[in-house]
């Protein structure tokens, strides 16, 4: 490990030193400069070299306003980190190098650096005011965001050519290729005009830098790609019916999204962290495991989904997760599906996680307009595939007050109190909690 390390600062060193490297706009094209951070018009600036000292006029996008040749950079001391940067590659949840750039302040910046949550690119909700990636790991505003540290532990014990040293964002982002989507943009959303791709997977991860290529760029490496023969189903962009995630045209099949569940799956089909299980039979019904909608077993579903495709639909991660963090619990977006969510899902042992299955699917609101917004009878009691018969409530519901009942079952009084969601609805559930005599075995997930 030590004579790996050795030879890469060899290697950087070698690359700082060469006059033709220190002007970046010199190097030859490839995906260093089609990358964000080489661009020579909006690329990596630094304006300070230890927070005080003035930085060196070297020209957007060079390689220097990120590593640090060994010394002295035009007679100022200097004291590289890890791999030359000019400040520790990880410290925390909240510091290390990336983040001195993409906090939207000029403290170690030329300009600040703004950047958005999916919901805001992909999603179309650009009134969300989260504008950086700093906000997007602090807890608060985020209540939960993917955890850095165990990301850092987690990747060092894969065959992927990362230490222990490696950055953690750079698990899932080549920061000598990854892209703007949209570039130079700031304010907008993902537009079909213009693409870029911004993450590269984890485990084709390589120290050639420039061996490393990105994720989604590629054929074969849609969402499209991943469904095959099933069905992806783009969700609707914010507070339209007529475009669609991620870049608000048209295309509904995902051919213009990335695939997003194999670059997630790199991570999550390992049983050591959260093991999600997306594939076929076995799996979730929102991955490639077909819902039990057939014939006259619907769907309850809202557009753009429709009952006909029922068995046949399975959902990117994005769709309800964003990337980085969030102010919900698990990372749940505050936009889906063309609308946010109609209450917080800030806990999970609880019912407001049905604030997100309502973007999707019928509640009693949206079955009849007496409904109450996030109560599920309808789901559970009257649909035509219902899985309980309202009898013996106290099985479920505990002893409670009376409530409407809709007849969908044996009929009777009594309970009605709301349960929680997640005693039956989680990655690879089933309705076990429910008394062995009324249980469905169906899969909930
Ligand atoms: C688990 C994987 C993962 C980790 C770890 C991660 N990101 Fe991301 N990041 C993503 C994904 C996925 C996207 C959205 C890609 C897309 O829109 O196609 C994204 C998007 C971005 C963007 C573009 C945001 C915009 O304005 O559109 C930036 C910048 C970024 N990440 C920086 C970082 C930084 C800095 C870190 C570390 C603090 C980090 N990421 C850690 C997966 C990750
Ligand atoms: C946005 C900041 C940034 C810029 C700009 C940048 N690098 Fe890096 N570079 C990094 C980071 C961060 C690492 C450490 C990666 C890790 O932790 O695995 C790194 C690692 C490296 C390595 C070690 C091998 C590897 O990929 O792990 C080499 C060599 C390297 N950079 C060369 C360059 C050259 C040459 C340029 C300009 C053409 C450049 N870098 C521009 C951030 C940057
Ligand atoms: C020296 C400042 C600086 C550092 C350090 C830095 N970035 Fe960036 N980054 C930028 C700038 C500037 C852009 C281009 C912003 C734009 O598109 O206008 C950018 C763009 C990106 C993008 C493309 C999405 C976008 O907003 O354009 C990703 C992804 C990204 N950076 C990730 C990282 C990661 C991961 C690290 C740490 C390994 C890092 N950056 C470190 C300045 C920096
Ligand atoms: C580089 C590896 C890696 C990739 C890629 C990755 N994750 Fe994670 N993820 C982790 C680790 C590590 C944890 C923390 C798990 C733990 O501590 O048990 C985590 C945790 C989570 C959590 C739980 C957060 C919480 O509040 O507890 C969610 C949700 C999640 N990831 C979603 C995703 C999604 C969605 C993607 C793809 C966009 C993704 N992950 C890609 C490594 C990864
Ligand atoms: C982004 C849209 C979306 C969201 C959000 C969503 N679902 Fe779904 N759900 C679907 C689609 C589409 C299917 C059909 C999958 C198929 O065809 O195999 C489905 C299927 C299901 C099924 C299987 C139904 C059957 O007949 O077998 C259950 C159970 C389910 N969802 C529960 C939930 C719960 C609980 C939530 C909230 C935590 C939720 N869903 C959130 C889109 C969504
Ligand atoms: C239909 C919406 C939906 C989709 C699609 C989805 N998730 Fe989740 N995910 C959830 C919800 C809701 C929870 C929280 C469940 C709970 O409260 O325990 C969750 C929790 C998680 C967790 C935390 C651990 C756990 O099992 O609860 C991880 C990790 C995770 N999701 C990763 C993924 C990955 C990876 C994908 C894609 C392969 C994905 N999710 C797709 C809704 C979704
Ligand atoms: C096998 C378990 C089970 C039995 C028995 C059962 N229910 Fe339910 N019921 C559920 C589930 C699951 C839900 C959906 C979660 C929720 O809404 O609380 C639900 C939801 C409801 C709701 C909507 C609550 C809300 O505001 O969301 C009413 C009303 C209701 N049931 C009435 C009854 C009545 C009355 C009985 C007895 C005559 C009964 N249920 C028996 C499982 C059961
Ligand atoms: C006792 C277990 C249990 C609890 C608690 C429960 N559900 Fe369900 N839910 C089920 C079963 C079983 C199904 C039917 C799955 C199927 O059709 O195969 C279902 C179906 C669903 C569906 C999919 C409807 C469709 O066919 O498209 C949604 C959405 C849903 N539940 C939401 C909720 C919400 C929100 C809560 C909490 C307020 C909740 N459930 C509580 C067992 C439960």
Redesign the pocket.
Known sequence: MRDRKKMLLIVLYTLLLLPAFLRVDSVSAGPYLDSAHGDILYGVDRNTIDGVTPFPDYSKGNCAHCHEQHASIEGQTTAPSDYLLFYDNYISQTDGVCFKCHDNTTTYAASAVVNRSYSFRAGGWTTDTLNDILEAFTDPPSISSHNLGNIQSFIATQSWGFTSNSNPCVACHNPHSAQGDPENSPNTAKTSASRGWPVSRPSLHSTDNLAWGLWGDGTGEKMSDYAGALIYQAPYRYNSTTTFEPDGSNTQNGSNLTDFPTFCLDCHSNSSIDFIDWYAATGD?HGKMA???TGS?????DTPYTNAN?GQYVLSCTDCHEPHGSPNTRMIRKEVNGSLLAGPVTTTNG?E??Y???Q????DRDYSSSGSV???EY??HC?P????SQSSCSN?HGAGLARVVCGGGGGGGGGGQ????????FHGS??S??PAS???G???F
Do not use: E, M, Q
Not at 297 to 301: A, G, K, M, R, T
Not at 360 to 363: G, M, R, Y
Not at 418 to 425: A, G, K, L, R, V
């Open positions: 019904k819902a039990d909608a077993n619907y769907l309850d579903i029922g019912r996680t049905g997100l299955c309502r999707c699917h019928t509640d996030n109560s599920w789901v559970h649909a595939d219902y899985p309980y479920c709301p349960i929680d969601c997640n005693n039956c609805h089933d309705d909690w429910a009324l249980r469905t169906r899969g909930t």
